[in-house]
């Protein structure tokens, strides 16, 4: 381990946090007419260039272009972790967990559809030695139980023994995720409790706790709005984390409509920054309200834990932003029709 490795982390994400897309980059990624040159300034005016150096911007493939900007920050996310302190590895667990369960839900989308096989091609080769999982076994599974069992993990495989496909081969999908996003958050959790500084301590649970209040109010609003389900199936999808009391959270399931909702939150210590951030859309409330207090701990915090984590939800807003810039232009959207999806810093 590294000397004053504290510093290092914080002092590396944040000259990788300066190394961000500016203003001027996204107005010059709206004017891009197609999806080649959305790559072509990325190549030569981000941080992206290296990893996109060798491609040509013709003919990649929309999914290779994802796949390479998410190892972009993978790559990233493990060279701070390298200068983690050691009393913080459970922190750099966390993002590895949340880099399986996306492969696991990746993988079990595909299985449900009858196309596993077309994993292979998706498959982050980067990532596997960073992970117990063979990912390459992975893509050889033809059925849920030689998934199961591929798996290998005993944390992930007690949780999806429980999720096996109904009679018709449906997969629980939605109930999958939470599950693993239940577990990653309580390990989180967990290790954020038997941290020795109180300090620390009440700076990571605060994050966290934000994290998941807006992932509920998110949930709640999205599920009333756009999904036929009664109230206490949106309660099954509820994450048992965050500051709002359980009580309240039923109380905004139970309620009849989107506006009774609003009014309930109105109540809350939290709903005061709800109506700050003037959320048109509540797809995007829940990456938007993390993103805004991470940026800020960028700035602010001096635990390096904080500085990760807010550093990994930062760097997963930009991408979120510039797979949104490639999808809008693939599908011929105007730059204003594409702006008004972006999740803006300036």
Do not use: W
């Amino acid at each position: 381990m590294l000397m004053n490795s504290s510093g290092a982390v914080i002092t590396k994400a944040r000259a990788k946090y300066g190394k961000r897309l500016k203003e001027k980059d996204y107005k010059a990624l709206l004017k891009c007419q197609s999806v080649a040159a959305v790559v072509s300034y990325l190549k030569t005016h981000t941080r992206y260039a290296d990893i996109l150096s060798k491609i040509n911007e013709n003919e990649v493939h929309r999914g290779q272009l994802e796949t390479l900007l998410k190892q972009k920050n993978f790559y990233d996310f493990d060279s701070l972790c390298r200068y983690e302190m050691s009393e913080g590895s459970h922190f750099s667990e966390f993002i590895i967990r949340r880099y399986e369960i996306e492969q696991i839900m990746h993988f079990l989308l595909l299985l449900s559809c009858g196309k596993q096989e077309q994993y292979i091609f998706a498959l982050p080769s980067y990532f596997n030695k960073h992970t117990d999982i063979d990912l390459y076994k992975l893509s050889t599974c033809n059925d849920y139980e030689s998934f199961i069992s591929t798996l290998g993990k005993k944390e992930y495989v007690d949780i999806l023994k429980n999720f096996k496909p109904d009679k018709y081969g449906a997969i629980d999908l939605a109930g999958v995720e939470d599950a693993l996003n239940i577990y990653s958050y309580k390990e989180l959790y967990d290790a954020i409790s038997k941290l020795k500084s109180k300090k620390q301590k009440e700076k990571l649970k605060e994050l966290c706790d934000h994290v998941n209040d807006f992932c509920n109010i998110s949930r709640i609003l999205r599920l009333k709005k756009h999904y036929n389900i009664s109230n206490d199936e949106i309660k099954l999808h509820m994450m048992p984390f965050g500051t709002i009391k359980r009580s309240t959270i039923n109380d905004m399931c139970n309620s009849p409509d989107i506006d009774t909702v609003f009014e309930i939150i109105e109540t809350t210590r939290i709903g005061k920054k709800l109506n700050q951030m003037d959320i048109m859309n509540e797809e995007r409330l829940s990456i938007t309200s993390r993103f805004h207090l991470s940026k800020r701990l960028m700035y602010y915090s001096t635990d390096p834990a904080v500085v990760l984590l807010s550093y990994m939800y930062v760097s997963e807003t930009e991408l979120k932003n510039i797979i949104t810039i490639i999808e809008g232009v693939r599908y011929s959207c105007t730059p204003q029709q594409i702006e008004t999806l972006l999740i803006n810093e300036y």
